[in-house]
């Protein structure tokens, strides 16, 4: 079966020690994802999970992907990954969704 994208969610935009400060990137990250699977019930028991990152380092530890997805409910058996590739990581996305989808 090949790579199917459902939908994507983003963590609002926020002002340098704005309103979101108070919050960790992984639980913007997990907020996102929360409101992905609620929207879509196919979403609940996903083959991986991608999540691009603009700025890692301080996030709160090692692949934040996992954190996310944990936090927001996904079985920890499911694979994710985090692309750090600065403002390319949306473009990074795409072409790992095709990667993965192209090799067998």
């Given at each position: 079966?090949?790579?199917?994208?459902?939908?994507?969610?983003?963590?609002?935009f926020g002002k340098w020690k704005g309103g979101l400060a108070n919050y960790s990137a992984t639980?913007?990250?997990a907020s996102a994802l929360h409101a992905l699977i609620q929207k879509n019930t196919e979403a609940h028991h996903p083959d991986g999970v991608i999540l691009a990152q603009v700025i890692q380092a301080g996030a709160g530890g090692q692949n934040p992907a996992r954190q996310v997805a944990y936090?927001?409910?996904?079985?920890?058996?499911?694979?994710?990954?985090t692309l750090n590739n600065v403002c390319?990581?949306?473009?990074?996305?795409?072409?790992?969704?095709?990667?993965?989808?192209?090799?067998k």
């Open positions: 079966m090949g790579t199917i994208l459902l939908d994507g969610n983003r963590t609002p639980e913007l990250g936090q927001a409910g996904i079985d920890i058996s499911t694979p994710a990954i390319l990581g949306g473009a990074c996305f795409d072409c790992r969704c095709f990667q993965k989808n192209s090799v």
